[in-house]
C-alpha cells in the first residue's frame, strides 16, 4: 500500500513555541493534503488543508508547508498553546493517512 | 442532532457474538466511511459508500460487513471477530466521491470495540 510516513510520534513543546510535524507521501496522483487534529474521546476533525500546486498555506497560527518536489508537507503551530495539545494525523486524500503525531504542550 | 453520530461509544464482545456498529449523519453528505484506527498506527480505511453503493472495500476481512441503505446511515455488522479487531472504529462522511468535496471529511466520535 502507499504509505504517508508522518513523524515523530510524539512532540513536545513549550508554551510559545513552534511545533514542526512532518510528513512524507508516495503517491503522486494526490492531490489533497489534509491534516486533522484529535482530542481523546473525540474523532479527528480538519484543521487546515492544502492542494499540490500550492507551497504553503496559512490559517491563524497554523501554516502547511508543501515541497512537491520532494513528496513532504508539514504542519508548522506558531506560539503553540496548552490548549493545542492533541493529536495530529497528515492524510493524502481520504485514502491514507499518517500514524499520528502526539503534541504536548506545556504551559 | 448535527454531524456525524455514531453509536455505541463503546462495545465488548466475546469471539463468537454478533453485533453492529451504527453512524447517522445529518450534513447531507452523499458519501460515507468506515476506518478502523489502532494504537500507533495510521487510520486505516476500510469501506467507502458513494449514494449508497460500495466504491471501495480496502481488503477487509468478511467477518466486517458494511450495510448503506441510505446516504444518512452507515452500519458495520460484526461476527466471529478476533480479539486483534478490538479497535476504534470510526464514521466519516463527505460530499460524494469524485466531486471536490469528497477529501473534506466529518468525522464521529467512534465506536470504541473490545473483543475478548
Known amino acids: 500500500q502507499q504509505q504517508v510516513k508522518q513523524s515523530p510520534q510524539s512532540l513536545i513543546v513549550q508554551k510559545g513555541g513552534i511545533s514542526i510535524i512532518n510528513c512524507a507521501y508516495e503517491?503522486?496522483?494526490?492531490?489533497?493534503f489534509p491534516w486533522y487534529q484529535q482530542f481523546p474521546g473525540k474523532g479527528p476533525a480538519l484543521l487546515i488543508a492544502i492542494r499540490p500546486d500550492v507551497s504553503e498555506k496559512k490559517e491563524g497560527r497554523f501554516t502547511i508547508s508543501f515541497n512537491k518536489s520532494a513528496k513532504q508537507f508539514s504542519l508548522h503551530i506558531m506560539d503553540s498553546q496548552p490548549g493545542d495539545s492533541a493529536t495530529y494525523f497528515c492524510?493524502?486524500?481520504?485514502?491514507?493517512f499518517g500514524a499520528g503525531t502526539r503534541l504536548t504542550v506545556k504551559p | 442532532e448535527t454531524g456525524v453520530t455514531q453509536t455505541p461509544r463503546h462495545l465488548v464482545m466475546g469471539m463468537t457474538n454478533k453485533k453492529s456498529l451504527k453512524c447517522e449523519q445529518h450534513?447531507?453528505?452523499?458519501?460515507m466511511y468506515w476506518y478502523k484506527q489502532s494504537a500507533k498506527k495510521p487510520l486505516e480505511l476500510m469501506f467507502v459508500y458513494n449514494f449508497k453503493e460500495q466504491t471501495e472495500n480496502n481488503s477487509v476481512p468478511s467477518r466486517f460487513s458494511p450495510e448503506c441503505p441510505n446516504s444518512s446511515h452507515l452500519f458495520l455488522h460484526l461476527h466471529t471477530l478476533q480479539p486483534e479487531d478490538s479497535a476504534l472504529y470510526l464514521c466519516a462522511s463527505s460530499h460524494e466521491v469524485g466531486g471536490l468535496g469528497a477529501n473534506v471529511l466529518t468525522f464521529g466520535a467512534g465506536s470504541r470495540l473490545t473483543v475478548l
Open positions: 492524510a493524502a486524500s481520504y485514502m491514507r
Open positions: 450534513l447531507g453528505h452523499n458519501a
Open positions: 503517491n503522486t496522483a494526490f492531490d489533497y
